[in-house]
């Protein structure tokens, strides 16, 4: 089946979506708050101080890399509050118009983080929760067996954990059980009192993963400004080095960060072949495939060939086994993104 573009009146809303976002991000805080904008190892971000209030002045708190979108956001949100009619509205004719849309649970979770603060932290939701929002990030329609799931990935980069300097202000489990009770830590070998997962009866799951560059190692590691355990996976840093923001079709819809569509596939074409060599499900390397598949034409439909080239290009250059495993989940591609993918890999 040929991919077809989202219409264009569905790619405004979307993006008028996403801009209303930011403004209600922005809008969060209280009247009063002082935007501070901050160089560090050279790069710009903002922060934020919000007024001082009956406890005392709180503590100052990190919002984000400085961009023409959040500066604008920014500068709006001062003097402006985010209309959510409005973005409900906007919502609900995306869903409408086919959008993919979380389930309920998936949908409270998200909204949950993002008002705890998980997104303002750099967390970063992977997995096919991510790949649902690329339907409208990229303007296309996705086919409904690449887009079911049953769980919630989290990640975030160690390192920026590390360097924040910034953390949630409760547990990311009390997060989950203030959306639902039954929520609870799935203990890990490593001790009973360390989890990487939360799971609450009927299996829905929430893993939270971590970047891991050195030998690969299952005891899992603390993440201090998302107050969790995380597990770290190899090839994981690669997915998080760049990351976009995007929209969950809430109720009211959700800003969140994701990874970048093109590394999004790569890394697919990686974990795929990860799966078949450490003996996992052979359906979900194929899912990997497909979603891979998918974004790989939608890329090139969106005339983004240039950003699927060098992200190919990256991940043969870091090794000879990584290359090895591209060259091998390529073959195993359909034909459509097989004949995009193959030539660029063969220029490597």
Do not use: C
């Not at 979307?14 to 790069?43: C, M, P, V, W």
């Not at 409270?108 to 993002?114: E, N, Y």
């Amino acid at each position: 089946m040929a991919l077809q573009e989202l219409p264009l009146v569905i790619q405004t809303s979307y993006a008028e979506l996403i801009d209303q976002l930011r403004l209600a991000t922005a809008s969060a805080f209280a009247e009063g708050s002082t935007f501070r904008k901050r160089t560090i190892s050279g790069n710009n971000y903002w922060y934020v101080q919000e007024p001082t209030g009956a406890s005392g002045r709180p503590p100052e708190r990190y919002l984000g890399a400085d961009t023409p979108e959040r500066r604008a956001a920014i500068e709006s949100g001062i003097n402006a509050k985010a209309n959510a009619d409005a973005r409900r509205s906007i919502r609900r004719s995306l869903g409408a118009a086919g959008l993919p849309e979380p389930d309920a649970l998936t949908a409270a979770v998200v909204d949950a983080f993002a008002d705890a603060g998980v997104f303002r932290l750099r967390g970063v939701i992977v997995g096919t929760i991510a790949f649902q929002t690329y339907a409208g990030f990229l303007g296309v329609r996705l086919p409904n067996t690449a887009i079911r799931t049953g769980d919630l990935d989290l990640a975030q980069d160690y390192g920026v954990s590390v360097a924040l300097n910034d953390a949630l202000d409760a547990p990311l489990i009390d997060i989950l059980r203030s959306v639902d009770p039954a929520f609870a830590p799935v203990p890990s070998l490593a001790g009973p009192n360390i989890a990487a997962t939360y799971a609450r009866p009927g299996g829905y799951r929430v893993d939270v993963l971590t970047t891991n560059r050195g030998a690969q190692r299952d005891e899992p590691v603390n993440l201090p400004s998302l107050q969790s355990d995380a597990v770290p996976l190899r090839f994981l840093d690669y997915l998080l080095k760049d990351t976009v923001e995007a929209a969950v079709l809430t109720r009211f819809g959700t800003l969140v960060n994701v990874p970048s569509p093109e590394r999004f596939a790569i890394h697919k074409l990686i974990v795929s072949m990860l799966r078949r060599d450490t003996g996992e499900s052979a359906v979900k390397a194929d899912k990997d495939l497909i979603q891979a598949g998918i974004l790989i034409e939608a890329l090139v439909a969106k005339r983004r060939l240039d950003d699927l080239t060098d992200a190919i290009r990256e991940a043969a250059a870091r090794g000879p086994r990584w290359k090895e495993r591209l060259k091998t989940a390529v073959t195993r591609l359909a034909d459509a993104p097989r004949a995009i993918a193959q030539p660029i890999l063969d220029a490597v």
